[in-house]
C-alpha cells in the first residue's frame, strides 16, 4: 500500500485547506455564536453565507466515490481532504460534505430510482435542502437494527408509517425536507435481517411531528442537531420504498459503512487540531516556575496524542484504500476497527488538551467541550464500541475455525 498522495490530491489538500484558512476559521467565533442564539429550529447564517462560496472555489461534493455526481475522488484520495474538514464544526455542511447528508445521498445515488433521485438527490448535492436519516428508536436497544419496531404497511399503492424515532440528526433543521425512514415491512419474515425496509418520507407529509430538540451535553445543533420524532399513521406513495421490500437491512449496512470511515476522517483532523492548541497552550502558560510544556506528564500526553493520531490516520487510510480495492463489505474489519480505535483516541486526546487549559477547557471559548461531545457521541452513534468490537472478534475467530 501507498499512502503518498496524488499531484490532484496535494492541490485540493492546499485549495481545502486555504479555504479553511481564509474562511472557516475567521468565521468560527460567529458560528459558535448564531449556533448559540439560533437553537435548535433555526439556522445559523453564517452557513449559508459560506456554502456559495465553497462552491464558487470547486470545493463542494468531494465525497461519492464511483459516481458521477461526485468529484470522482476514491476512498482514499477523500481522507485527507475529510480530514482537514474535521478540524472545524463550521466546515462540513460548509463544503456539503456533512452527515446525515453524504450518508442519504449515498443511498439515493445507489439504491434510488431516477425519479427519487430528481426529487431529492439533486436538491441535496446542489445544498438547497437537508435530509435526516430516522432508524434509531427509544424503546428499543438500537445497536441491533433487528430490533426496530416501527412499521410500514403496504395499502394499496400507499405505505401507511408508524413509530417513534430519535436521535434522528436534522429533524430541527427548517431546511430539512426528506426523512428515509426504516421500519418493518414483514416482521414474521424467518430471516431477522429480512423484516426491515426503508422509505421515503417528506418533511410535511400528514402525521410526522418533530416531538423535541435533544441537546448532546447540552449542545444544541452544534456539534449535532438531533430529535424525537413521531410518525403517526404516515402515508406515502408505494414509490417512495427504497430499492424493495425487505431490503432495508441491506440499505443500512452499505450506507453505514462509508458514513462511518468518514467520522473517523474528521475526528483524526479535530484531535490534531486539539493537540495542536495543546501544545500551544501549555508552551505559553508558566506553572512552578518554568513552561506547562516541560513537565514531564504533559511532554507524555502529547507524545502519546501524536501517536495514537498517527496509528488511527494509518488504520483509517488502510481502510479506505480496501474499500476502494476490494469493496465495503470486504472491508468490514477494517471499518470496524477504525471505528472504535478513532472516537476512542479522540476522546482521549481532547480530555488531556481540556486539561491542558485548565477551567477554561470546560467552557467553549476555545471549542474543547464541543469538540469532546462529539467525539464521546461518536463511541455511540452508526454502533456503539460494543457491536464493532463483537463484529472484529467474530471475524478473527473465524479464521481459526
Known amino acids: 500500500m501507498d499512502f503518498e498522495y496524488s499531484a ?8 481545502v485547506q486555504a479555504f479553511m484558512d481564509q474562511q472557516i476559521y475567521p468565521n468560527e467565533p460567529r458560528y459558535f455564536r448564531e449556533t448559540t442564539e439560533a437553537g435548535p429550529w433555526a439556522v445559523a447564517a453564517v452557513i449559508e453565507e ?3 462560496k465553497a462552491k464558487a472555489a470547486g470545493l ?5 466515490p464511483e459516481s458521477e455526481y461526485g468529484a470522482g475522488l476514491t476512498n482514499l484520495e477523500y481522507a485527507p481532504l475529510c480530514e482537514i474538514m474535521g478540524r472545524s464544526h463550521l466546515a462540513p455542511e460548509v463544503f456539503n460534505c456533512s452527515a446525515p447528508d453524504t450518508g442519504n445521498m449515498e443511498v439515493l445515488v445507489r439504491y434510488g430510482t431516477p425519479e427519487q433521485r430528481r426529487a431529492w438527490l439533486e436538491p441535496l448535492l446542489d445544498g438547497r435542502i437537508r435530509s435526516c436519516f430516522a432508524m434509531t428508536e427509544p424503546a428499543v436497544a438500537s445497536s441491533d437494527a433487528t430490533n426496530i419496531q416501527s412499521t410500514i404497511r403496504r395499502d394499496g399503492d400507499s405505505y401507511v408509517i408508524n413509530g417513534r424515532k430519535w436521535f434522528s440528526t436534522n429533524a430541527t433543521d427548517p431546511r430539512c425536507k426528506i426523512f428515509i425512514f426504516m421500519g418493518k415491512t414483514d416482521p414474521d419474515h424467518p430471516d431477522r435481517h429480512c423484516q426491515q425496509s426503508m422509505i421515503l418520507v417528506p418533511r410535511e407529509t400528514p402525521g410526522v411531528t418533530v416531538v423535541r430538540p435533544i441537546a448532546i451535553f447540552g449542545f444544541h445543533g452544534m456539534p449535532d442537531r438531533t430529535a424525537e420524532v413521531l410518525f403517526e399513521n404516515v402515508r406515502v406513495p408505494a414509490a417512495n420504498i427504497l430499492l424493495g421490500e425487505g431490503r432495508g437491512f441491506e440499505i443500512a449496512q ?4 462509508p458514513g462511518r470511515i468518514h467520522h473517523c476522517m474528521r475526528l483524526i483532523g479535530l484531535a490534531e487540531r486539539m493537540l495542536e492548541q495543546m501544545c500551544r497552550r501549555t508552551s505559553e502558560r508558566v506553572a512552578f516556575g518554568k513552561p506547562v510544556a516541560e513537565q514531564t506528564v504533559t511532554q507524555e500526553r502529547i507524545a502519546e496524542s501524536r501517536i495514537r493520531i498517527e496509528q488511527a490516520r494509518l488504520l483509517t487510510l488502510k481502510a479506505a484504500y480496501l474499500m476502494d480495492t476490494v469493496g465495503n463489505k470486504a472491508a468490514r474489519a477494517e471499518i ?4 472504535v480505535a ?3 483516541m479522540a476522546c482521549q486526546v481532547i480530555d488531556w488538551a481540556i486539561q491542558a487549559f485548565g477551567a477554561a477547557g470546560v467552557s467553549n471559548d476555545y471549542g474543547l467541550a464541543s469538540a469532546y461531545a462529539l467525539a464521546r457521541l461518536l463511541r455511540i452513534a452508526d454502533g456503539p464500541d460494543e457491536v464493532h468490537r463483537n463484529q472484529i472478534a467474530r471475524i478473527e475467530l473465524k479464521k481459526y475455525r
Open 336 to 339: 470496524a476497527m477504525i471505528k
Open 254 to 257: 452499505g450506507r453505514l459503512g
Open 8 to 15: 490532484k490530491v496535494k492541490a485540493l489538500q492546499a485549495r
Open 342 to 344: 478513532a472516537p476512542n
Open 60 to 64: 463542494w461534493n468531494l465525497f461519492l
Open 50 to 52: 459560506l456554502k456559495p
